[in-house]
């Protein structure tokens, strides 16, 4: 995870509230799009203190940042450091200024980000932080920490699908297009591999049971979704608005072959 950049590649950036967020749900895109030639970059908002059962917050934040940059180095990513505590995400000027520095540094072309209702309040709040953020890329009057230029770029937002692919009151989440990932399942087990951390604390808070086998079922879920791929994963496109000029897909053209927009959602918007 080196600190150079290449400049001539297109850039995603990934933002997750949790070190694991962003494997679980988004991990077998990102490693399509780095197979494809794209820069990689995570931000995790949270720093999982409060991901544990038995440490204390200092001990779990240190391991979850190395099992972070260790998932991340899986497919060449460039890790950014955290910003808060656990459940300490709220919607707040701080944390947004926080976030659109990075924006600006990184200059994404695709950012993938949270589902807006989910049935964690840290995700649904994370993907409004970076939403925000990325509106705000090119404002010069909004504070950015650390300040950096703005910059007016186009960029496209895509949210994940739900952790479980329902929203908060258990209703069913489609997507507007699919990611297929089965030629990246073991870079993207992988990656969720290398939190170690997690597997005993969601087995003892949820009774997840199976950690690595809960994102392959749900990924196949995805998939049966998609209607024609073995594992995938979901995302619908944020408006254009404030973006980006409208009907533009640059995961789509990304993906190819490997992508599908569900047309029957298209017709009900």
């Known amino acids: ?29 990102l490693a399509l799009l780095e197979k494809r030639g794209w820069e990689i970059n995570l931000l995790t ?13 200092a001990a779990i934040i240190k391991k979850r940042k190395k099992e972070a940059q260790d998932a991340g180095a899986v497919i060449g990513a460039h ?13 707040t000027p701080e944390l947004i200024s926080r976030i659109l520095a990075v924006v600006r540094k990184v200059k994404p072309r695709i950012m993938l980000v949270p589902s807006p209702t989910d049935y964690m309040e840290d995700h649904s709040i994370t993907a409004r932080l970076a939403v925000t ?11 950015c920490k650390p ?30 297009q699919y990611a297929d990932i089965s030629e990246v399942m073991e870079a993207k087990t992988r990656m969720l591999a290398c939190h170690r951390s997690q597997k005993e604390w969601l087995d003892r808070s949820q009774g997840l049971g199976s950690y690595l086998e809960e994102m392959k079922k749900q990924s196949r879920e995805a998939g049966k979704m998609a209607g024609k791929f073995k594992m ?10 404030g973006f980006t000029i ?5 995961l789509g053209e ?16």
């Open 45 to 57: 908002v949270g720093n999982g203190s409060c991901g544990t059962a038995t440490e204390s917050s």
């Open 79 to 91: 890790w950014h450091r955290s910003f808060c505590n656990d459940l300490e995400i709220t919607y």
């Open 254 to 269: 990304a993906l190819g072959k490997k992508g599908r927009t569900d047309q029957k959602y298209g017709k009900h918007l």
């Open 147 to 176: 300040h950096i230029q703005p910059a007016d770029f186009p960029l496209t937002v895509y949210h994940a699908l739900p952790y479980g692919l329902r929203g908060p009151l258990r209703e069913r989440i489609r997507a507007g």
């Open 133 to 143: 953020a990325g509106f705000a890329r090119g404002m010069r009057n909004f504070p």
């Open 1 to 29: 995870m080196t600190e150079r950049r290449k400049v001539d590649r297109p850039t995603v950036l990934a933002v997750g509230a949790h070190p694991d967020d962003i494997e679980f749900m988004m991990g077998g895109t």
């Open 232 to 241: 995938a994963e979901g995302w619908r496109r944020r408006s254009h608005l």
């Open 246 to 250: 409208k009907d533009t897909d640059p």
